[in-house]
């Protein structure tokens, strides 16, 4: 296996050599910002998190931004921009239109106005800082392998000069398989919320590094069965201190948190 990567200009991610942080900040502050926004980034990156997890999707002209759900009312202000007769489904909008929106307001009115981050504005925030990322490959129903092979491109190309590549994540396996594909060299993780028939035999197909499951699923047998076929352990999403003791017993590897202003970051 080579030691380094041609396309992210650092060493290869592996279960071995494993850069990441163990804590991470969910969708970039939990919910003390913006799910998802720039705004949201900058108040993890304020309590000390150096990695951040995000959702990534496509606009309707295959440009990667991030939004968790398929439809827009829930964290923007696309009722009223765009009208009661248009579509509220995200990918079914060309990135002008969804970079208009308001994506801060929802939150609270000091975050009026923050709009909806490109994938690019994240990646050009996060190498000029020095931080980390995991993105979730977030396809609307019926592009999986579509959104895949466009995200990983895209990362590979905006982390080709990094030392360390983003961590891409999905609970869709086609989504992963399409990013395998377009960017081999880029580090995959399966997502779980269930420990479904067969989860240790894909993550292995898909050539996965590590393994992100609800916290709930992680026991001494889950974590003996990821780590003994050469998986990192991560979990999702760990709010309470008793939760986050227990995985470190565990010996996970990495929690994914939406209080960032209870867990330190510097915790090990």
């Known amino acids: 296996m080579p030691t380094h990567c041609a396309c992210t200009g650092g060493a290869v991610v592996t279960a071995e050599n494993w850069p990441y942080p163990r804590w991470v900040a969910h969708r970039g502050a939990g919910k003390l910002a913006p799910e998802n926004t720039l705004a949201a980034f900058r108040v993890g990156a304020a309590h000390g998190y150096r990695m951040f997890e995000c959702d990534v999707k496509l606009s309707a002209d295959g440009v990667p931004f991030l939004l968790h759900d398929d439809t827009l009312p829930r964290t923007t202000n696309a009722r009223q921009h765009l009208g009661a007769g248009n579509s509220a489904v995200a990918g079914d909008h060309a990135w002008g239109e969804l970079a208009r929106l308001d994506a801060g307001s929802w939150h609270s009115r000091s975050f009026a106005g923050e709009p909806l981050p490109s994938l690019d504005a994240i990646a050009n925030y996060c190498l000029a800082n020095g931080y980390f990322l995991n993105i979730e490959i977030k396809p609307t129903p019926g592009t999986e392998a579509h959104t895949g ?5 895209h990362a590979a ?11 891409l994540t999905s609970f ?11 960017a081999p060299q880029l580090p995959r993780g399966l997502l779980l919320d269930t ?4 989860w240790l ?6 050539g996965c590094v590590a393994v992100v499951c609800n916290h709930a699923l992680w026991d001494t047998s ?7 076929a050469g998986f990192r352990t991560l979990s999702y999403t760990v709010n309470d201190e008793w939760a986050a003791q227990r995985l470190m017993a565990l010996g996970t590897d990495g929690i994914i948190t939406d209080r960032v202003d209870l867990f330190s970051p510097s915790v090990r």
Not at 157 to 167: D, E, I, V
Not at 195 to 198: A, E, F, P, R, S
Not at 222 to 228: E, F, G, I
Request: aromatic share 4%; no cysteine.
């Open 157 to 167: 190309h905006l982390w080709q000069h990094a030392a360390t590549p983003p961590l």
């Open 172 to 182: 869709r396996p086609e989504a992963l398989r399409g990013a395998m594909q377009a």
């Open 222 to 228: 889950s974590v003996t069965q990821a780590k003994s």
């Open 195 to 198: 420990l479904w028939t067969g």
């Open 201 to 206: 035999e894909t993550a292995l197909t898909l």
């Open 149 to 153: 092979e466009v995200v990983a491109q």
